[in-house]
Nanobody
Framework: QVQLVESGGGLVQAGGSLRLSCAAS????????MGWFRQAPGTEREFVAA????????YYGDSVKGRFTISRDSAKNTVYLQMNSLKPEDTAVYYC?????????????????WGQGTQVTVSS
């Protein structure tokens, strides 16, 4: 079992930045990805970004490309999501996720383990 704990959410004005963190209870294989998803009330969970354990491969959803950056620190077993130029449309609960396969998926079914989520609210 993998335990994931997100932190760093909060309230920010449009145009501002936040950095989310996801601490994993144990390391996974280097080719297995970690990802971030988000979900607003009444909507489906949306893919945000994914990264291989080594950090050599990244993948972003179109809505955040150029604004968000996913990274990881293997020494801390932690994945980060740097969010810049935030928009009100980015308001959602953000979830960290871990896969058990090598593929960098972009749908929730590609991931087996999930954190509890952290709220990000962007005001106009």
């Amino acid at each position: 079992q993998v335990q994931l704990v997100e932190s760093g959410g909060g309230l920010v004005q449009a145009g501002g930045s936040l950095r989310l963190s996801c601490a994993a209870s144990r390391r996974t294989f280097s080719t297995y990805p970690m990802g971030w998803f988000r979900q607003a009330p009444g909507t489906e969970r949306e893919f945000v970004a994914a990264i291989s354990w080594s950090g050599g491969n990244t993948y972003y959803g179109d809505s955040v490309k150029g604004r968000f950056t996913i990274s990881r620190d293997s020494a801390k077993n932690t994945v980060y999501l740097q969010m810049n130029s935030l928009k009100p449309e980015d308001t959602a609960v953000y979830y960290c996720a871990a896969a058990s396969t090598r593929r960098l998926g972009n749908i929730p079914q590609d991931y087996d383990y999930w954190g509890q989520g952290t709220q990000v609210t962007v005001s106009s």
